[in-house]
């Protein structure tokens, strides 16, 4: 039977004038996921606070009747946005309580 050598490959002598990094460059996956690591998590805050120093920029032209309606509507938003966090918080506290739960007494089958 003939084997088949394999061909070696020949390596080539190191070049230190190549300072070619393409290798270490992130892929857009990478890229993609640190951008996501890294963007702000109070977004709603920030777009919440932006409304509101647009209206009061639009308050100093207004008449005085539309800008106790305007005053509402955004008290009413901080409301909600501030009943929001809270139900975000319960919601994680109790996960982790019923987490701990289920570990302290698993099923028994």
């Known amino acids: 039977p003939k084997v088949k050598k394999k061909k070696t490959s020949v390596q080539q002598e190191w070049d230190n004038t190549v300072t070619d ?3 270490h460059r992130a892929t857009p996956e990478d ?9 702000s998590k109070n977004r709603a805050l920030v777009h919440w606070e932006l409304q509101e120093k647009a209206l009061k920029r639009k308050w100093r032209k207004q ?13 009413i938003m901080k409301e909600i946005l501030s009943d929001q966090y809270q139900m975000q918080d ?8 019923i987490a701990a739960a289920k570990e302290l007494f698993p099923r028994r089958r």
């Not at 890229?31 to 890294?38: D, G, K, M, S």
């Not at 319960?90 to 309580?97: A, I, P, R, T, Y």
């Open 21 to 23: 990094l393409t290798v």
């Open 31 to 39: 890229l993609v996921r640190r951008h996501e690591i890294h963007k």
């Open 63 to 75: 008449k005085p009747e539309t800008l106790n309606l305007e005053k509402r509507r955004l008290s």
């Open 90 to 97: 319960v919601l994680e506290k109790s996960d982790h309580l």
